[in-house]
Every structure is written in C-alpha cells, then in structure tokens.
Nanobody
Framework: QVQLVESGGELVQAGGSLRLSCAAS????????MGWFRQAPGKEREFVAAIRGNGGSTVYADSVKGRFTISRDNAKNALYLQMNSLKPEDTAIYYC??????????????????WGQGTQVTISS
C-alpha cells in the first residue's frame, strides 16, 4: 500500500502563489508516476499535472500550463505543486495520486492507483 497526504491548501487572493505538498509513505517508489488532480463542487475530478518517475517528463492541463509547476523530491518521498498567478477558477480540493510506472494515460484519474484525502485551495477575487 501507498499512503498519500496532501498539505498546503489555504485561502489566497487571486494572483497569489501557493505550494502544495504530498507526503508519500508505505510501498512508494521513485518509479511511480505522480499526479495532481482537483475537484470543484459539482464538478468532476480533473487532471492538473503529472510527473513521471526518476526525473521523467511532466505534463500539464492547458488551464494551468505556465502557472503551475509539478516537482518531486524522491529522497523525501514528496511531491509538490507550485501554483503561481492563481485564479478563482483554481478553487478546488486538490488531490495527489500515484500510478505504477507502466501508466500510459497520465491525464486519466483511473490510471492512478493511490490517492490522498485532498487539501482545500480557495482563491478569492
């Protein structure tokens, strides 16, 4: 099992910055693909960003490209999402997720095997 715990979500004004963290424990691996998803009230969970294992490639949703940066620190078993130029539309519960290294569809939530409980991000106007 892999346990994921998100932190860092809070209320911030539009245009501000925030960094989310995800601490992984258990049978984690640097080979896992890690991703961030978010879900706003009444909306489906949507892809935000993902990073493949061992310094692999990153991919971003068009809505966050150029504003968000996903990174990982394998020595700390940690995943991060640096969010800049935040917009009210970014308001959501943010979840981190882990997928086995064989994952193909990084943008699909069903590709991920492990999920955190989420952290609330609220962007005010």
């Amino acid at each position: 099992q892999v346990q994921l715990v998100e932190s860092g979500g809070e209320l911030v004004q539009a245009g501000g910055s925030l960094r989310l963290s995800c601490a992984a424990s258990g049978r984690t691996s640097s080979r896992y693909t890690m991703g961030w998803f978010r879900q706003a009230p009444g909306k489906e969970r949507e892809f935000v960003a993902a990073i493949r294992g061992n310094g692999g490639s990153t991919v971003y949703a068009d809505s966050v490209k150029g504003r968000f940066t996903i990174s990982r620190d394998n020595a700390k078993n940690a995943l991060y999402l640096q969010m800049n130029s935040l917009k009210p539309e970014d308001t959501a519960i943010y979840y981190c997720a882990a997928a086995h290294s064989s994952v193909i569809w990084l943008r699909m939530s069903s590709s991920y095997n492990y999920w955190g409980q989420g952290t609330q991000v609220t962007i005010s106007s």
